[in-house]
């Protein structure tokens, strides 16, 4: 008989860094492996290893933490096949759930059991395939849809996918792929300033975003 739990890169407590929920205490459960590799990819570590661990064993990890919200991450966490009834079990516990996917695997088991916060790939991923688009009609209006935005191309390819009207979730968010103002970087063309100021211009009806824990405690600090 195979095994029937989870591969869990990392388990941790920390303030909730991205999405209309930063801020808040946070349990993160980094499930291992992912079938992309984007070209900023902050958790490459994911993709291999990890434990193995019981529905059971990830709940009574978690505990200690005495939150509310629990996020499920990776890596990609719905290329596990247990990761449904994983989040199944956490609601059920009384947590309220979050998945961040990139939405190139289908969300229809997950889909009322927890908050989608699906991040779309542009352009500057490397990973700009489309596979998001089969999952849109899933989302519910309390879910929410991210872009990581690398290049100025990136702004102009989200602000189009917005503009069509094709996004019906509340929350949609754009983030800075260089968090910190004047700071060195991969991607120098996007600093946080800089797009905002192009979200002004624009009027886009969309959130700005940062990596809150990389501002709080460094690029090392665990969050997601």
């Not at 989870?6 to 303030?15: A, D, G, K, M, R």
């Not at 349990?27 to 193995?52: E, H, P, V």
């Not at 969309?206 to 997601?224: F, M, N, S």
Request: with cysteine; net charge neutral.
């Amino acid at each position: 008989m195979g095994f029937e739990g989870l591969l869990v890169s990392e388990i941790f407590h920390s303030i909730q860094g991205e999405s209309s929920l930063a801020g808040l205490r946070f349990a993160f459960i980094r499930l291992t492996g992912c079938n992309l590799r984007c070209t900023y990819c902050d958790s490459t570590y994911a993709f291999k290893g990890g434990r193995r661990m019981s529905i059971r064993e990830v709940l009574e990890e978690i505990r200690p933490y005495s939150v509310r919200h629990v996020l499920l991450t990776g890596g990609e966490p719905l290329l596990q096949r247990q990761s449904a009834t994983l989040a199944e079990a956490l609601s059920e516990a009384g947590y309220s759930v979050s998945i961040e996917t990139h939405g190139e695997v289908s969300i229809a088991p997950v889909a009322d059991r927890a908050r989608i916060i699906m991040d779309i790939k542009t352009p500057a991923s490397g990973m700009c395939r489309g596979g998001y688009e089969r999952n849109l009609a899933l989302l519910k209006d309390t879910d929410e849809i991210k872009f990581v935005i690398a290049a100025p191309e990136d702004y102009a390819w989200a602000r189009e996918i917005v503009r069509s009207g094709s996004l019906k979730t509340r929350e949609i968010l754009f983030s800075a792929a260089q968090p910190v103002r004047g700071a060195p970087g991969i991607y120098p063309g996007v600093s946080l300033d800089w797009l905002a100021e192009k979200i002004l211009e624009d009027r886009l009806p969309v959130r700005l975003q940062t990596q809150l824990h990389k501002l709080i405690w460094g690029a090392d600090r665990k969050g997601v």
